[in-house]
């Protein structure tokens, strides 16, 4: 299962749709871009048995409970660069909204740090130019540390 947050009208988003994923979640608040995805899904002859469109903002997303990206194992976050939405993305991602989560995949500037919370654990980074892709996996338990507070 994969989630793409931020999915916009879709152009280059269908690859784990063509390369088998069973189910993509994806997840745009613009009613305009949920449109034209809708439309682009159509044209290419994905079957809507394969995919979910939600037209929401991904805090909501993330926060309903239960979360409807809870079956998600690969996570796709290109949130806009002129936002500091990477940030407001960490804030909502608890650890019980995806509980099934193996890799959430952070594209961002690449000078725009990732502080990701502390139930994930940066596994690695590669850069394009000013683009970077951050690769962010569950902590192990023992990784984790509590707040006392």
Not at 37 to 60: I, S
Not at 69 to 88: E, H, I, K
């Amino acid at each position: 299962m994969f989630a793409d947050l931020s999915a916009g009208a879709g152009a280059g988003r269908f690859a784990p749709l063509s390369r088998g994923a069973r189910h993509v979640h994806f997840v745009e608040v613009s009613r305009g871009a949920v449109h034209m995805l809708l439309e682009n899904l159509a044209q290419c002859g994905a079957d809507p048995g394969r995919f979910t469109v939600h037209q929401a903002r991904v805090a909501a997303a993330l926060g309903a409970r239960p979360c409807p990206l809870s079956d998600a194992t690969v996570v796709f976050a290109d949130p806009p660069y002129d936002l500091d939405a990477n940030v407001d993305l960490m804030a909502v991602l608890a650890p019980d909204a995806l509980p099934n989560l193996e890799v959430l995949v952070l594209e961002h500037r690449a000078r725009q740090p990732v502080e990701q919370p502390a139930h994930l654990a940066l596994a690695r980074e590669r850069r394009f130019g000013d683009t970077m892709l951050s690769y962010l996996v569950p902590a192990a338990a023992d990784d984790i540390v509590e707040d006392d507070a």
